[in-house]
């Protein structure tokens, strides 16, 4: 299959007629409608909103029976774009940077990458719309906010739903939906440091009583807070709607996104502490090495570095309700994808030169994807009691190209670097075994699976349910440089299930409690080796337990839960033989998270949340048959907070707010060599409520910390956060 390159541009032009020849069908789609009704976007003072938390929504993410987050026994965290748009968060990392017990970054390969109750990359499955496509960390991109409806976080395993992939938790973004309630038009600008600047439009349009559209428009751009990088992002979403009788319902819907990055921002190397000019106390490593706070600004990767990205989602959802109670489902998704890396992504120090020695890194993915889930949801009665079922299958299929080299260019200066151009693409610049392939790959699955919930009394629910896998893998690498060709592929079979209850203390109290076993393949399906390919999927298990509460007629929300997973099947060396791979690892975390958002009084909201966890390798041995048993995964911090005050002035529409995140320290390696230490960050805004806009100005960082928040690929290379800024937007709805 040929690569087809898109323009940004181009592809906006095309969205809105590709959308409009698809009238013949339409629709709303989700099955309670009450689940998609718009945020009021232009309104600040969201944080002190009936239900903030979304705890009485019924939302199809948790379960497919139409339960609320209350009545299931696990944890959901709902970030609206009311949300987005009160707090600032401006993209998909600093949306999941939010919700308790959730960090991201921005790794090249695995942008807004997200780490959660002790796992992260493959561990966490992104969904689009509901919609889940293998190895989602590839296709996740660090999304600006103004697309959604809703981001929604799920912890824990969610194998039962969305199969292989899903141990620690599943992200599904929501795109926002059509309304038949009224024509309105919502808009956002937004300009601030670095040269930042971002543009969103949107327009949902009623069709009479039974039928809308809607269409939203964003850009942004970014000269960025490191020399020479430079971000341009545009999306658009389209959905239209449909309700041609009271029992069929109809969504389609079409989506683009794109991303241009120039010479993107790869970390900062760890230098000597003899060699920094501006040694900095943020990293603490065993071969003392530091973050040399006079390379905060640098930029290592080649002058004509690139990390470009177009993706298009069409969606289409139709229900039917039949008689007595039951409702039949269709949801069929189509995905494809062109992304393009060339870069210089790892930096070294080198003693005996005094240099930087940098790699070199092209990939390129050609990537298709397409699904159908059917499924038939009941409301009935067993013995009297209430219970509601769901059955259902899934098939889903990728189709993956890609071609990489990985090789060296010149080395530079840590102070004065002389960046150079990416080399071409011939066999001397890329030598060497595995250095110069191409590969290509078929993941198809099947799946069925069912759920049942049972009112055992009006106060106690028991929900169960299981899915059963098939996964066909089809690999073939042709590696260019040695002139060979590999063919291998494997067949999984999986299942996964769940069992759990929920207790109403009150009406408005409920605790649960659940247990989960799910699975997760041993890397990356689409990129597998022979090794990863021939080995067993590794197994999650998952114990869970909370409460969940409404105070002052639902105008404060508490959540509290507590948390056990393990996986087993991962990774290991043999210690006999030490250079020889085996699985038989395990990797396990415990935690607590809690959650408190609402109203303190008339002028006061609040939006807190906290999470502890430890996180650590049960078994499992490195390279050289070092014992890494007791060790940190990287990337983990075992401290997580977020605070947002808000008071609301009466004599002025004017609300003042402020924000403090603090993020535990981590590390960058499985051995623990290398520690980053935590941070707390301060944020202060002002907002002045206009009739139908509001104007608000913000300062991040206002203390201008110095901290590094993420680890590169190597573990000698860190990300370190944005200097203070300010922005100022205006949102509106007309």
């Known amino acids: 299959m040929s690569r087809h390159h898109h323009s940004v541009g181009a592809a906006a032009r095309c969205l809105l007629p590709v959308l409009f020849a698809a009238l013949p069908l339409a629709a709303r789609a989700e099955e309670n409608p009450a689940a998609e009704a718009p945020d009021r976007a232009a309104d600040i003072t969201v944080i002190g909103e009936r239900d903030p938390t979304r705890l009485d929504v019924p939302t199809p993410t948790v379960s497919r029976l139409g339960l609320t987050p209350r ?28 919700t308790p017990g959730v960090v991201a970054g921005l790794l090249p390969g695995e942008p807004a990458s997200a780490s959660m109750r002790g796992f992260s990359t493959g561990a966490v499955s992104y969904l689009f719309d509901g919609m889940r496509v293998a190895d989602s960390t590839i296709l996740n991109r660090n999304y600006d906010s103004f697309a959604f409806d809703r981001i929604e976080v799920l912890k824990g395993p969610a194998s039962i739903l969305y199969g292989d992939g899903a141990l620690a938790g599943a992200v599904n ?79 389609l819907a079409f989506d683009y996104f794109g991303e241009r990055n120039r010479t993107p921002y790869q970390g900062a190397p760890l230098l000597p502490a003899a060699v920094a000019r501006d040694p900095s106390d943020v990293v603490h490593s065993t071969a003392g090495l530091v973050l040399d706070r006079a390379i905060r600004d640098r930029n290592y990767n080649v002058t004509d570095g690139r990390a470009d990205s177009d993706a298009y989602w069409g969606r289409a959802r139709i229900a039917w309700t039949l008689a007595d109670g039951w409702t039949l489902t269709d949801e069929a998704n189509l995905y494809r994808g062109d992304r393009t890396w060339e870069n210089s992504e790892d930096f070294t120090y080198n003693p005996a030169t005094a240099l930087l020695d ?39 299929e990728a189709h993956f190209i890609t071609h990489r080299r990985f090789g060296t260019t010149t080395s530079v200066s840590p102070f004065a670097p002389v960046r150079g151009t990416f080399p071409a693409d011939v066999a001397a610049n ?62 999984f079979h999986a299942l996964s299930g769940r069992i759990g209850s929920v207790y109403d203390v009150a009406p408005t109290t409920q605790l649960y409690a659940q247990y989960s076993h799910a699975i997760t393949p041993v890397g ?43 996986q087993s099947g991962i990774l290991t060396r043999d210690p006999a033989r030490p250079s020889v791979q085996v699985q038989g690892g395990v990797q396990s975390s415990r935690g607590v998270e809690l959650s408190a958002v609402g109203t303190l009084s008339r002028h006061w909201t609040l939006d807190a949340n906290a999470a502890l966890l430890r996180a650590r390798f049960d078994e ?22 977020n605070l947002t005050i808000a008071y609301h002035a009466d004599a002025l529409p004017l609300t003042i707010s402020g924000a403090l ?11 623990n060599t290398v520690r980053v230490d935590g941070y707390t960050l301060l944020d202060a805004g002002i907002a002045y409520r206009l009739p139908q806009a509001t104007v608000s100005l913000r300062v991040r960082n206002i203390a201008d910390r110095f901290y590094a928040y993420w680890s590169g690929y190597s573990a000698t290379q860190v990300y370190v956060g944005a200097p203070r800024s300010i922005d100022l937007t205006l949102a509106t709805r007309l």
């Open 620 to 641: 499992l041995t490195g390279a050289g048959g070092v014992d890494l048993t007791g060790k940190r995964p990287v990337n983990v911090p075992q401290r997580l907070a």
């Open 358 to 396: 940098r790699s070199t890194t092209k990939i390129t993915h050609d990537h298709d994807s397409w699904s159908n889930r059917a499924f038939l949801t009941g409301d009935t009665t067993i013995a009297g009691l209430r219970n509601r079922v769901n059955v259902g299958a899934e098939y889903n």
């Open 524 to 566: 990356s399906l689409l990129l597998s080796n022979v090794l990863r390919a021939s080995v067993d999927l590794t197994r999650g298990d998952s114990v869970e337990g909370g409460v969940k509460t409404s105070l002052f007629g639902d105008r404060l929300a508490l959540t509290a839960a507590g948390y056990w997973i393990r």
């Open 661 to 671: 995140r603090h993020v535990g320290d981590i590390y960058t390696s499985t051995a």
């Open 430 to 491: 890329f030598p060497g075994a595995g250095n110069r392939a191409d590969f290509t790959s078929r993941v198809a699955s099947w799946a069925v699976f069912a759920e049942d919930a049972l009112n055992l009394t009006d106060r106690w629910l028991l929900l169960a349910g299981l899915r059963h896998d098939t996964i066909d893998l089809d690999r073939r690498v042709d590696d260019l440089n040695q002139g060979t060709t590999q063919r291998f592929g494997r067949r």
């Open 71 to 98: 009545e299931t026994p696990a944890t959901l965290d709902v970030v609206t774009q009311a949300t987005m748009q009160a707090k600032g968060l401006r993209t998909a990392v600093e949306v999941y940077d939010s």
């Open 173 to 251: 973004l929501v795109p926002k939906k059509p309304s038949t309630d009224a024509r309105h038009v919502d808009a956002l600008a937004s300009y601030g440091s670095f040269d930042s600047w971002r543009l969103g439009a949107g327009v949902n349009q009623p069709l009479g009583t039974t039928a809308a559209l809607r269409s939203d428009l964003s850009a942004s751009r970014s000269s960025g807070y490191v020399d020479d990088t430079r971000t341009r992002t545009l999306q658009s979403t389209n959905s239209l709607a449909l309700n041609p009788t009271s029992r069929l319902s109809v969504l």
